[in-house]
């Protein structure tokens, strides 16, 4: 036979490609895919049978249903391999479906906010830092050397009664104690730093003081530390009255009057006009127009004399204010332990 066409074998190879499209696409998944392959390419399939009978055919005609059966071969193969890649790939999208969390199911997740006082600390922070103070932290546990005697309060001072300590129970009995007020940490910073220095130094304090609506055993302050050269009280009344204006508002006043701390001389107690009544007197203030945040005072010369400082060259003026009443004040809370019951309902409002 020289017309190939013609033979029945040619006719049956050219059905075939027409029959693999229809079973290709009829596969809906990757195993009826292998089977129809099976079914196509496999020992019983007719390019296997036809591959198996070249042998008997003469040259010519071996040679054109041979290009046949190689041509037919790979449009199957293209065919499967096409629709394989379809199937693997809506067979991924599929498991993708099935394994995908559904996160609108679950609890909104319900965020906290900052403590009270911990947001008023870092808005004390901002106030001071922007009028171009440094921040510094020191220990807790502190040594009766920092918390006292540097300050010019040696042992049997009288003042000692004014902060009534926590002692630790570590090394030599009445050396380590819980720090009674962050003065300690300008000791610190003076020994460490040469003036000028600018500095506020906030953190917590305890004081064995009976809890009550302006008392509580642990509550938090902020230093206020300024060293340089030929620096007045009149310095330190106008930093005062400007950090009272940033802080509280341009509508708020501040007075000193004459105190006394054994490291500071002159010592003054820092006022502000009362932020309830703008200063004609009212419950929170008493009836005086006025509320107490903190003393303040110029450093005094027994305390550059503990840190070597030269007192002819340096002067400089220190401050200490009540974190959690001024707080309080800022707030309207009239009552200091309810900072610190932890009741979320009293703090949500914050
Ligand atoms: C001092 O602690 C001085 N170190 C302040 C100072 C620093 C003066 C630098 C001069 C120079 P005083 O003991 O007055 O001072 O405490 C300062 C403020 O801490 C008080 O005005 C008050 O606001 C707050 N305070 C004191 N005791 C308590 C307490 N138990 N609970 C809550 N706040 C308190």
């Known amino acids: 036979m020289t017309n190939s066409d013609a033979h029945p074998l040619v006719a049956r190879l050219d059905a075939l490609v027409s029959q693999a499209a229809s079973a290709v696409a009829a596969a809906v998944d990757l195993d009826s895919l292998h089977a129809v392959e099976i079914e196509l390419t496999g020992k019983r399939s007719v390019l296997v049978e036809a591959k198996k009978q070249l042998g008997g055919f003469d040259p010519d005609e071996r040679r054109e249903v041979g290009q046949r059966v190689n041509v037919v071969r790979s449009a199957v193969a293209e065919l499967v391999e096409s629709r394989r890649a379809e199937l693997a790939a809506m067979e991924r999208r599929r498991q993708l479906d099935a394994d995908r ?3 609108t199911e679950r609890e909104p997740v319900r965020a906290g906010h900052l403590h009270l006082v911990t947001q008023a600390r870092d808005h004390l922070e901002d106030v001071f830092v922007g009028m171009g103070f440094t921040v510094a932290e020191g220990p807790e546990v502190e040594t009766d050397f920092y918390n006292f005697e540097a300050l010019n309060l040696p042992a049997s001072h009288p003042a000692r009664g004014m902060w009534d300590t926590f002692y630790v129970e570590l090394g030599e009995p009445g050396t380590v104690l819980l720090r009674t007020h962050t003065s300690p940490v300008q000791i610190r910073v003076m020994e460490a730093t040469e003036p000028p220095i600018y500095s506020i130094m906030p953190g917590r304090v305890y004081r064995r003081d009976t809890a009550d609506a302006t008392h509580t055993p642990v509550f938090h302050q902020i230093e206020g530390l300024v060293i340089d050269k030929g620096i007045s009280f009149a310095d330190l009344a106008g930093t005062l009255d400007a950090f009272t204006r940033a802080y509280f508002g341009r509508q708020v006043q501040s007075r000193l009057r004459p105190s006394y701390f054994p490291f500071t001389e002159p010592s003054a107690e820092y006022d502000i006009s009362c932020v309830f009544c ?5 419950r929170s203030c008493g009836g005086t127009g006025w509320l107490e945040l903190g003393g303040c005072g110029m450093v005094h010369p027994n305390v550059f004399a503990a840190v070597g400082y030269d ?6 003026f220190a401050f200490g204010f009540g974190i959690d009443r001024m707080t309080a004040q800022r707030s309207g809370v009239d009552d200091l332990r309810d900072l610190f019951t932890n009741d ?7």
């Open 101 to 103: 969390l559904d996160l």
């Open 278 to 282: 703008g200063g004609a007197g009212c």
């Open 311 to 316: 007192p002819e060259v340096w002067t400089g």
């Open 344 to 350: 979320v309902r009293f703090l949500e409002q914050f």
